[in-house]
């Protein structure tokens, strides 16, 4: 597609109940990256794959948080057993390389609330 | 430890004056240094970057950044400021170790009044 589109655009979901966020990067991006941003913050880098492998996770805050890109290309970020901490803006970014002259695109986000 | 910082939350100016959000960083090794803007409810869009070269770095929508070694700045400038350019602006380095991660600032809130 022309951008990386994220699905939903909001989330609210209950606390406790389980979530999937979804990315669809541009076409033939084999990088892909995700973000939280929480209320007055800069984002938080969460977990990169190069294809379909997760090439570094350690930004996922805890076992609850799970991403999968099975077929290198579309990606769900997963939370279970939500927590009202986990209310943030979940941003995702795709790349074509992923040396610095490579630009990110991201994506709209999708803000989730947990209550 | 790769990391920026952006001192100042809030920055106001008045359409047709001059705009600067300012940004320092901590680097190990060469800085490769972003800029991004993000308006309401919306993601992230790049401006500019500086990988090397010239330390002035012209960017999109009509912005600048001066890349400051001795100051370890890189504040982004634009010469006359619209109403339009009213967003959240982010400062953000990529980590040399692992050139995939950004390091964001905080962000400062821009408001341009007419």
């Known amino acids: 597609g022309a951008g990386v589109s994220q699905t939903p655009s909001n989330k609210v979901t209950e606390k406790g109940k389980y979530v999937e966020l979804r990315c669809d990067p541009i076409?033939?991006?084999?990088?892909l990256y995700w973000y939280r941003q929480s209320l007055g913050q800069g984002p938080e880098f969460l977990i990169y794959f190069q294809g379909t492998g997760a090439a570094d996770d350690s930004g996922l805050p805890n076992d609850r948080f799970f991403a999968v890109r099975p077929e290198g290309s579309v990606s769900t970020l997963k939370i279970q057993r939500t927590e009202r901490g986990d209310s943030a803006m979940y941003l995702c970014a795709s790349s074509y390389r992923t040396e610095p002259l490579s630009d990110y695109t991201f994506g709209s986000g999708t803000r989730l609330t947990v209550v | 430890a790769q990391s920026v910082a952006q001192p100042e939350d809030q920055v106001n100016v008045a359409e047709g004056n001059p705009l600067t959000v300012k940004c320092t960083y901590s680097v190990s090794g060469n800085p490769y240094l972003f800029w991004y803007v993000q308006y309401p409810n919306r993601g992230l869009q790049f401006l500019l970057k500086y990988i090397t070269g010239d330390n002035l770095v012209k960017g999109s929508y009509g912005f600048e950044a001066e890349f400051n070694k001795s100051q370890t700045s890189f504040h982004l400038k634009k010469p006359s400021a619209l109403v339009s350019d009213s967003a959240l602006y982010f400062c953000a380095v990529r980590d040399f170790a692992n050139d995939y991660k950004l390091s964001f600032g905080a962000g400062t809130t821009v408001t341009v009044r007419a």
């Open positions: 076409s033939g991006h084999t990088a």
